[in-house]
């Protein structure tokens, strides 16, 4: 067997895995849109949590936009040399798209939905740093994922920034309930 049909055998069936795992999954969630419909229940999002997502998308996308534009000038020039490393791009591209998407998410009262408001909800956000950590963390003894220290510098900053919203975001809403309360 040559290579070129190794390949696309190998394609092939990485194509049929995706399909295999995403069909279920987007027709049970479309089955359970239609089972809401029926019950006359409300979206999980009302128009202005779903407003405030889409407006923290387009921002997380300028963000990422500018961060790979900054790139890409930083590795033509050769300034730096962890620019080089497709991984670590794409893991600094990641948790920055994350972080900034996450953090506008909650300054607009839109990470979680209103029926899911509980005491720090929003703070599920944090649970995705444990798992970036792991993973750009070069001193680990875990498998080598990153060639540089920029992944880990990013995920510390993204929990920093975060850490902050969180704060804030809470301490608006202490001061809001304390001046409805006479």
Same mark, same amino acid.
């Given at each position: 067997?040559?290579?070129?049909?190794?390949?696309?055998?190998?394609?092939?069936?990485?194509?049929?895995?995706?399909?295999?795992?995403?069909?279920?999954?987007?027709?049970?969630?479309?089955?359970?849109?239609?089972?809401?419909?029926?019950?006359?229940?409300?979206?999980?999002?009302?128009?202005?949590?779903?407003?405030?997502?889409?407006?923290?998308?387009?921002?997380?996308?300028?963000?990422?936009?500018?961060?790979?534009?900054?790139?890409?000038?930083?590795?033509?020039?050769?300034?730096?040399?962890?620019?080089?490393?497709?991984?670590?791009?794409?893991?600094?591209?990641?948790?920055?798209?994350?972080?900034?998407? &996450?953090?506008?998410?909650?300054?607009?009262?839109?990470? *979680?939905?209103?029926?899911?408001? $509980? /005491?720090?909800?929003? +703070?599920? !956000?944090?649970?995705?740093?444990?798992?970036?950590?792991?993973?750009?963390?070069?001193?680990?003894?875990?498998?080598?994922?990153?060639?540089?220290?920029?992944?880990?510098?990013? &995920?510390?900053?993204?929990?920093?920034?975060?850490?902050? *919203?969180?704060?804030?975001?809470? $301490? /608006?809403?202490?001061? +809001?309930? !304390?001046?409805?309360?006479?």
């Amino acid at each position: 067997m040559s290579e070129e049909t190794k390949t696309v055998i190998t394609v092939a069936l990485l194509v049929f895995a995706l399909a295999a795992w995403l069909w279920p999954l987007l027709t049970g969630i479309q089955f359970e849109r239609e089972a809401r419909k029926k019950r006359n229940e409300p979206p999980e999002y009302d128009e202005r949590q779903r407003i405030a997502r889409l407006r923290a998308g387009n921002r997380a996308l300028y963000a990422l936009m500018g961060f790979l534009l900054v790139w890409m000038i930083a590795d033509q020039f050769g300034w730096f040399g962890w620019t080089g490393s497709i991984p670590d791009m794409t893991l600094c591209a990641l948790i920055l798209t994350w972080g900034m998407w &996450s953090s506008d998410c909650i300054l607009h009262d839109a990470f *979680v939905p209103w029926k899911d408001r $509980r /005491k720090n909800a929003d +703070a599920l !956000a944090l649970v995705y740093c444990w798992m970036l950590f792991s993973w750009t963390n070069p001193s680990d003894s875990g498998p080598e994922i990153c060639d540089s220290w920029m992944p880990f510098i990013f &995920s510390c900053v993204y929990v920093v920034v975060l850490t902050g *919203v969180i704060i804030c975001k809470s $301490r /608006k809403r202490k001061r +809001a309930e !304390a001046e409805e309360t006479p």
